[in-house]
């Protein structure tokens, strides 16, 4: 149950996402704001959405879901590690990518996970 909610909340956050910036923050005004501040359009970033909707998609497939997972973690993490460097606030992003891992470990390992947690 719990694994399904972390799950839920990062299709969540990468489908709004994608419809963020698809919408290019005509009905998300303040979450596109904080996108634009994280990776501000450039040629590159018209692939964010796409990758959104893809990585949000894979994630209801029991067999995908860890390799999605731990993708997004990995950019995430890259993402981080730029924005520190140019002295920013992670505070969102490390929480993204906390999510990000609990739902690669508890879909990597299934049901497994549940011994160390009880």
Do not use: C
């Amino acid at each position: 149950m719990l694994a399904a909610l972390f799950r839920v909340g990062l299709q969540s956050i990468l489908y709004y996402g994608a419809f963020s910036r698809f919408t290019h923050g005509q009905h998300t005004p303040i979450f596109h704001q904080y996108q634009l501040e994280r990776a501000p359009n450039t040629e590159y970033t018209q692939l964010i959405p796409v990758f959104d909707v893809a990585l949000g998609t894979l994630l209801f497939s029991p067999r995908a879901r860890p390799w999605a997972a731990l993708f997004f973690a990995v950019a995430q993490g890259g993402g981080i590690i730029k924005l520190l460097q140019e002295g920013k606030d992670v505070t969102p992003d490390v929480g993204l990518f906390t999510v990000a891992i609990i739902v690669f470990l508890t879909s990597w390992l299934g049901d497994r996970w549940k011994r160390w947690v009880h």
